[in-house]
């Protein structure tokens, strides 16, 4: 159980178009998501945590115009990026948090990653 | 905010040999410290996790050791096999966020 899946896996446009990425909890519901970006070689950088039907908390430094994240139920959460540049090329990852976790509460189940080269 | 290092950077063992992975933690309310291995291109899979309320944890080859009062927690590799060779990634989070913060990860190469 507790899987999370993402769509697309791999995606490339041309700067200024928009790209949306979707998280899905498919066997369980989940009360919170989380969007990161992880640079080549590098951390993984917590964007914004999601609840379902309320407005996203973006981390300093995200700007919240140009990466929309919508969570419309407890099993979806989708991430547009808007006006992509190259520098927006990256690979993103959701997780997400169970409703009831009982001993797992804190404990976060991560999507496969989404890689977007802007060109 | 939290802030989490991670040390060190890269990690060579001998197949056979122990791996020792060290983190430290600023926010001393974070209650919650996973372990994570991240293979090139994959997500990132929860080897071991320990919670503020105990000091030790063990799963086979793998332990992780917290010390809430230095605000440090290690990972203990033992018996290192080449299929441990990845990057590894400490967390930290607290129960009123539930946000994870990572450390800066270890590539740890383990040598046949």
């Known amino acids: 159980g507790a899987v999370v899946s993402q769509h697309p896996s791999r995606v490339i446009c041309k700067s200024g178009t928009s790209v949306k990425i979707e998280c899905r909890s498919l066997?369980?519901?989940?009360?919170?998501m989380f969007w990161y970006r992880q640079f080549p070689k590098q951390s993984l950088m917590l964007m914004a945590t999601?609840?379902?039907?309320?407005?996203?908390?973006?981390e300093q430094g995200v700007e919240k115009d140009k990466f929309l994240i919508n969570h419309a139920s407890l099993t979806l959460s989708t991430l547009t990026v808007t006006s992509a540049h190259p520098e927006d090329s990256s690979f993103y990852i959701c997780?997400?948090?169970?409703?009831?976790?009982?001993?797992?509460?804190?404990?976060?189940?991560f999507g496969p990653g989404t890689r977007l080269t802007v060109l | 905010g939290e802030n989490v290092e991670q040390h060190p950077s890269t990690l060579s063992v001998q197949e056979g040999d122990s791996a020792v992975i060290k983190c430290t933690y600023s926010d001393s309310a974070s209650n919650y410290f996973p372990w994570y291995k991240q293979e090139l291109g994959k997500r990132p899979q929860l080897i071991i996790d320990?919670?503020?309320?105990?000091g030790e944890k063990k799963d086979q080859r793998i332990a992780v050791t917290l010390n809430k009062t230095a605000k440090h927690f290690s990972l203990h590799i033992t018996e290192t096999q080449p299929e441990d060779s990845a990057v590894y990634f400490c967390?930290?989070?607290?129960?009123?966020?539930?946000?994870?913060?990572f450390g800066s990860g270890t590539r740890l190469l383990v040598r046949p």
């Open positions: 997780s997400a948090r169970r409703l009831s976790g009982g001993e797992s509460y804190n404990e976060q189940f």
């Open positions: 999601s609840n379902e039907g309320s407005k996203a908390t973006y």
């Open positions: 320990i919670r503020s309320n105990v």
């Open positions: 967390a930290a989070s607290k129960g009123s966020s539930y946000k994870l913060i």
């Open positions: 066997d369980f519901q989940a009360t919170t």
